[in-house]
């Protein structure tokens, strides 16, 4: 293996920004489900997995929510 290649997944791959990403648009979209069943216990429950992850709110929740 060469000693200057980055796994997959590294931030020199680029991989931690899809994987980011890809979180905040999961995210995104579970909130959206919960808000328009009006689920509060799943809202709380994504709200505490984002700070486990230390995304903001303000990077997956919808504007007007």
Do not use: C
């Given at each position: 293996?060469?000693?200057?290649?980055?796994?997959?997944?590294?931030?020199?791959?680029?991989?931690?920004?899809?994987?980011?990403?890809?979180?905040?648009?999961?995210?995104?979209?579970?909130?959206?489900?919960?808000?328009?069943?009006g689920?509060?216990?799943?809202?709380?429950?994504?709200f505490?997995?984002?700070?486990?992850?230390?995304?903001q709110?303000?990077?997956?929740?919808?504007?007007?929510?």
């Open positions: 293996m060469d000693p200057n290649s980055q796994p997959p997944g590294s931030d020199t791959a680029g991989g931690t920004d899809l994987r980011r990403e890809a979180l905040i648009a999961s995210l995104h979209q579970r909130f959206a489900l919960a808000q328009a069943r689920d509060a216990e799943a809202k709380q429950a994504l505490r997995e984002a700070v486990y992850l230390n995304l709110p303000e990077l997956w929740q919808d504007s007007a929510a």
